[in-house]
């Protein structure tokens, strides 16, 4: 318990002091790297369940939030949800009546299953998932708000991710973020914040001690 509070006060320290985060955010040499999406299977991690976690009303807190302060923003919004997974922040969106969905993940299994779970909670507009990449992915397509839940510390530069996702932002649009609050992804939402106007910022926390960061940004 001492340790979960002194963590907790350094990782709120460091968003407004940088330097706190950079003394007590290195990495054992232990870690794996998970910095990249090709650094990582994904597909095992889905298959073990190691990520039906994430499905647990305890852990989807920041979920509710950001999609609430998105349809406050932008109501009936049509969402391209990046790193979707399963589709958990679909079901959340969903209560709010988006117009369009696309949900994108780069695990092939977390898109199948994805969509099995849609059906479930069908929406008046257009509902799709598909496989690629958050870094690369490209459409046609325009939407009201694109969501980065639980995932930009695994798409490399930031920046120049957002920069590749403004085409994609209707007039007037918002970029959606949750991001588990440590210290050593915090380097990835300073770079965020530099690129874009935070529009709201919250920290969100859960009673077994788990926190995010969950924000609207708007393009600059």
């Known amino acids: 318990m001492a340790y979960g509070k002194l963590r907790r006060f350094i990782e709120l320290a460091a968003m407004d002091r940088p330097w706190v985060g950079k003394v007590f955010g290195r990495r054992r040499k232990s870690t794996p790297p998970r910095d990249s999406n090709a650094n990582w299977d994904w597909d095992s991690d889905y298959a073990s369940g190691v990520l039906d976690r994430l499905w647990r009303n305890d ?13 406050g923003s932008r109501p009936n919004p049509a969402v391209l949800d990046i790193g979707c997974g ?34 479930a909670t069908p929406i008046d507009g257009p509902v799709h998932f598909e496989t690629g990449d958050g870094s690369a992915f490209d459409t046609d397509e325009t939407f009201d708000v694109i969501v980065f839940s639980e995932c930009a510390e695994f798409l490399g530069d930031m920046s120049k991710v957002m920069d590749r ?56």
């Open 86 to 119: 399963e589709g958990a922040f679909y079901h959340t969106i969903a209560l709010h009546r988006p117009s369009a969905y696309l949900g994108v993940d780069v695990s092939k299994l977390a898109i199948e299953r994805a969509r099995e779970k849609a059906s």
């Open 59 to 71: 852990q989807r807190h920041h979920h509710r939030l950001l999609a609430s302060l998105l349809a």
């Open 165 to 220: 996702y403004r085409k994609n932002l209707r007039e007037g649009g918002k970029f959606g973020v949750t991001m588990w609050l440590a210290t050593r992804q915090l380097p990835t939402w300073e770079l965020m914040k530099a690129h874009a106007k935070v529009e709201d910022e919250a920290i969100v926390c859960a009673a077994w001690g788990g926190a995010w960061i969950v924000a609207v940004l708007s393009p600059r």
